[in-house]
């Protein structure tokens, strides 16, 4: 067997030793240490020169995100245990339900309502790591209104991301990195991305609604888990509209200002803490108690920290042998060229374990080879956007354990409707955005 085709197996090993490893419990800290040694001795690689390079790799990204994760972990923490949260849930609940004329019909509005509001807030300029914390506690006080079983959470999250990440005009990862690369717009080809994330929308809500209706008739109801949060004085919450002042200055301090997204949540949770501290909870003294809500924040960051080491899996990957030789051989796969154009950026992705990654290694590929093929570089920027979303999501990316701590779910259980809404209704929408593109090349601009 040769050393090119014995590396890209050591990919497919690594990467099934890694959901087995993972969907048995075992945590992906560990298990990401024994993915990189997997694909470096199949690759002939050598082992302590990569291994520096790995930790080099993933120093850079904690050096990046544990300042988002530990700000934003503590500004949902105090956000939630004062109660602003469940003030502005209610009354957003009530606003949109108001005539709703059963709790069916009020289960529905609800799952609508939270796959559009990360996609507001997206396009607004928060970043996909950001939402996930701001939008986590909203989404369990409306989940435990109208009795969500808090499985759905991910696939809740998840969804949403996807709608905002891969448009046409969104200042997020997956569209600015392929338009960059491109050298296009980051609207390129609009009209076909609206089409695409409609997909994704309405096939996701529909999926949600059948499958959360099938697990309350199953007896499935909404439970905390270890992210109850703390209770009021007296039951008395913040005013709503004084509860969206947090959020609002956490959007305009990112947008407006160049302190950055960390620091922009971190002056959020002052601001909470300042505009809300009547409201915490008075079982001690109001000072125990918000030291309590961080002390319970940094211990949430925690989670999604020990994570981190699969986010480097990419870079041991795109620097491997076989890479090369994985990408030589997706380069043929045949079919119209925009067909072999999408299987190519998606199938990187998946096996990179990594979209920045993927799309990174595939992007350059594509566009050095599609446009003699008569594919428009805004066509191949747009389908890479979308293509950064569909396999993304699998379990062994480092995003969806990640998620899952952060829910308190185990992987079994939270995994199936995450699968459905990010990875099946995102294939559906690239799958549509392709087909629009390849009908109306012109809508390419």
């Known amino acids: 067997m040769s050393t090119e085709v014995m590396g890209v197996l050591g990919f497919v090993l690594a990467l099934a030793v890694l959901v087995v490893l993972v969907c048995k419990g075992m945590h992906l800290a560990y298990c990401a240490v024994i993915t990189v040694l997997i694909i470096t001795v199949t690759n002939g690689m050598p ?67 939270i796959a559009i509001v990360p996609v507001v807030l997206g396009y607004g300029g928060l970043d996909q790591f950001a939402l996930l914390f701001l939008l986590m506690p909203i989404f369990m006080k409306a989940m435990e209104r109208v009795n969500i079983p808090r499985k759905f959470l991910p696939a809740f999250m998840m969804m949403g ?54 697990a309350n008739a199953n007896g499935e109801n909404f439970s905390w888990g270890k992210l109850r949060p703390a209770q009021q004085p007296d039951g008395k919450q913040p005013n709503p509209i004084l509860s969206l002042v947090p959020l609002v200055c956490v959007c305009l301090l990112y947008n407006l200002t160049s302190i950055g997204l960390p620091y922009s949540m971190l002056l959020g949770a002052i601001i909470t803490i300042v505009l809300f501290f009547p409201y ?32 480097g899996i990419g870079s041991v990957i795109a620097a491997a042998p076989g890479c090369q030789t994985l990408t030589a051989l997706l380069e043929k796969i045949p079919g119209p060229p925009l067909v072999s154009c999408t299987l190519m950026l998606v199938l990187l992705v998946a096996v990179c374990a990594d979209p920045k990654a993927g799309i990174t290694v595939g992007m350059p590929i594509a566009l050095d080879i599609y446009p003699q093929l008569g594919v428009s570089t805004a066509a191949i920027a747009r389908i890479g956007a979308f293509s950064m979303g569909v396999l993304d999501s699998l379990p062994i990316a480092a995003g969806i354990p990640m998620v899952m701590n952060m829910c308190d779910l185990d992987f079994m259980e939270g995994y199936k409707p995450c699968f459905w809404t990010s990875v099946v209704c995102t294939g559906l929408g690239t799958l549509a955005v392709m087909i629009v593109l390849i009908l109306f090349p012109g809508l390419a601009v």
């Open 47 to 113: 082992l302590m020169e990569t291994l520096s390079n790995y930790w080099g790799t993933v120093g850079g990204i904690a050096s990046m995100f544990l300042p988002i994760f530990l700000f934003g972990a503590i500004f949902a923490k105090v956000y939630t245990n004062c109660g602003a949260a469940s003030s502005l849930t209610s009354a957003f609940m009530d606003l949109l339900c108001r005539k709703a004329k059963n709790p069916e019909t009020e289960q529905k509005i609800t799952i609508i309502a």
């Open 161 to 214: 991301l996807c709608i905002c990440c891969v448009g046409a005009g969104a200042p997020q990862q997956n569209n600015f990195l392929p338009t960059t690369l491109a050298g296009v717009s980051g609207t390129a080809a609009l009209i076909p991305s609206i089409i695409g994330q409609i997909v994704i929308g309405v096939s996701g809500v529909t999926y949600l609604i059948r499958a959360v209706k099938k």
């Open 280 to 311: 915490f909870n008075m079982e001690e003294t109001k000072f125990k108690s918000i030291v309590a809500s961080l002390n319970q924040g940094v211990h949430d960051a925690a989670m999604p920290i020990l994570c981190l080491p699969a986010f």
